[in-house]
Protein backbone atom coordinates (compact mmCIF):
# COMPACT_ATOMS: atom_id res chain seq x y z
CA UNK A 1 0.00 0.00 0.00
CA UNK A 2 1.29 3.47 -0.77
CA UNK A 3 1.79 6.52 1.41
CA UNK A 4 1.42 9.75 1.27
CA UNK A 5 4.85 11.65 1.20
CA UNK A 6 4.73 14.45 4.03
CA UNK A 7 8.44 14.88 3.94
CA UNK A 8 9.86 17.96 1.58
CA UNK A 9 9.90 16.82 -1.62
CA UNK A 10 9.99 20.19 -3.16
CA UNK A 11 13.33 20.45 -5.95
CA UNK A 12 13.03 24.61 -4.89
CA UNK A 13 10.62 25.62 -2.75
CA UNK A 14 10.93 29.19 -2.69
CA UNK A 15 11.12 29.28 -6.32
CA UNK A 16 7.36 27.06 -6.45
CA UNK A 17 5.54 29.52 -3.61
CA UNK A 18 7.25 32.60 -5.39
CA UNK A 19 5.36 30.83 -9.19
CA UNK A 20 2.46 30.60 -6.96
CA UNK A 21 2.07 33.94 -5.58
CA UNK A 22 2.44 35.19 -9.18
CA UNK A 23 -0.16 33.10 -10.92
CA UNK A 24 -2.42 34.45 -8.23
CA UNK A 25 -1.45 38.46 -8.40
CA UNK A 26 -3.48 40.86 -9.62
CA UNK A 27 -6.83 38.40 -9.15
CA UNK A 28 -10.12 37.91 -7.93
CA UNK A 29 -10.82 35.49 -5.88
CA UNK A 30 -12.88 33.62 -7.92
CA UNK A 31 -9.95 33.80 -10.19
CA UNK A 32 -7.75 32.40 -7.66
CA UNK A 33 -9.94 30.37 -6.48
CA UNK A 34 -10.50 28.72 -10.12
CA UNK A 35 -6.62 28.38 -10.51
CA UNK A 36 -6.38 26.81 -7.36
CA UNK A 37 -9.34 23.94 -8.13
CA UNK A 38 -7.60 23.83 -11.74
CA UNK A 39 -3.77 23.09 -10.07
CA UNK A 40 -5.52 20.43 -7.70
CA UNK A 41 -7.04 18.86 -10.69
CA UNK A 42 -3.73 18.84 -12.63
CA UNK A 43 -1.61 17.53 -9.63
CA UNK A 44 -4.33 14.94 -8.69
CA UNK A 45 -3.89 13.78 -12.01
CA UNK A 46 -0.34 13.62 -11.66
CA UNK A 47 -0.48 11.61 -8.28
CA UNK A 48 -2.59 9.64 -10.03
CA UNK A 49 -3.09 7.12 -6.45
CA UNK A 50 -6.77 6.87 -5.24
CA UNK A 51 -5.42 6.12 -1.65
CA UNK A 52 -2.19 8.93 -1.98
CA UNK A 53 -5.08 11.44 -2.94
CA UNK A 54 -7.59 9.87 -0.08
CA UNK A 55 -4.69 10.33 2.49
CA UNK A 56 -4.17 14.14 1.08
CA UNK A 57 -7.67 14.55 1.52
CA UNK A 58 -7.91 13.49 4.87
CA UNK A 59 -4.46 15.59 6.26
CA UNK A 60 -5.83 18.94 4.16
CA UNK A 61 -9.17 18.30 6.31
CA UNK A 62 -7.42 18.37 8.99
CA UNK A 63 -7.57 22.52 9.13
CA UNK A 64 -6.61 24.23 12.82
CA UNK A 65 -7.76 27.97 12.15
CA UNK A 66 -6.87 29.86 15.31
CA UNK A 67 -9.27 32.79 16.14
Known amino acids: MSKLKTDTNFTDADAFYAALADVHRDRSDAESAAIN????????????????????????????IEE
Do not use: C, K, P, T
Request: charge should be negative; aromatic fraction near 0%; charged fraction near 10%.
Open 37 to 64: ARLILLLANQVGDQHILEQALAIAGQVN
